[in-house]
């Protein structure tokens, strides 16, 4: 298994729930956890830093990982993440 952690920063914890807010409308953990090759995608809110969103992703292999990058709700994901000043810290294990 291949996991991918996450750390989305934003500058202030409304568009930190905005953000969330629009990834939820637009079902991005429910579509990636119906990918093949997907055993775990999910958000956590940290308890002491309201403006930082962690995603936990679990990959079978990396052709799992190569093919949920061409999804549309990856693409969007993409598109969801140019309206904020948001960056993003992936570790990979």
Known sequence: MINWFVTYSFNNKEDRDSFYAEISAAETGKLSRQEEGCAKYDYFFPAE?????FLWEQWENEEAIERHSKMPHFLNLRSI?????????????
């Open 49 to 53: 830093d309201d403006t930082k969103l």
């Open 81 to 93: 993440k140019e309206k904020y000043e948001v960056t993003t810290d992936i570790l990979k294990k």
